[in-house]
């Protein structure tokens, strides 16, 4: 399933951003539903694709996976690559997929065997 989300607020003193979620096809624009504050000390910074992944598992998925799919949407996306720069990403709205966390990338620096 395909999601969105728009980062309103960028509060480094607090290490926290404050963001809306919403399904891709959501019947409302991205502005109507809720937002919430997340703490963003957890998150992956490595590139644009690693955060979007990282903030998604934390709280995305569930809040959008709650919402209902038969819906047609009405909400433009951007799909984001590239460098990170968080305060880049404050007022966009953003594509990424919900996923289920079975399989992914495990990211460490080293491995003993």
């Known amino acids: 399933m395909k999601a969105i989300f728009k980062i309103i607020e960028y509060l480094p003193d607090t290490k926290q951003i404050v963001v809306r979620f919403a399904r891709y096809n959501a ?7 809720s937002k919430i ?3 963003y000390s957890q998150l992956d910074f490595q590139d644009m694709e690693s955060f979007t ?3 998604m598992r934390t709280c995305g998925d569930d809040r959008v996976k709650n919402q209902e799919n ?3 949407g009405v909400n433009e996306a951007e ?3 590239g460098e ?6 404050v007022g ?3 594509e990424c997929k919900t996923d289920d966390h079975k399989r992914a990338v495990l990211k ?3 491995v003993e065997l």
């Not at 990170?84 to 990403?89: A, E, G, P, R």
């Open 108 to 110: 460490m620096r080293r």
């Open 84 to 89: 990170f720069k968080l305060s880049d990403l």
């Open 27 to 33: 019947p409302q624009s991205i502005d109507k539903y």
């Open 37 to 39: 504050a997340v703490d």
């Open 70 to 72: 038969n819906e047609t």
């Open 53 to 55: 992944k990282s903030l």
């Open 92 to 94: 966009r709205v953003i």
């Open 79 to 81: 799909i984001i690559t």
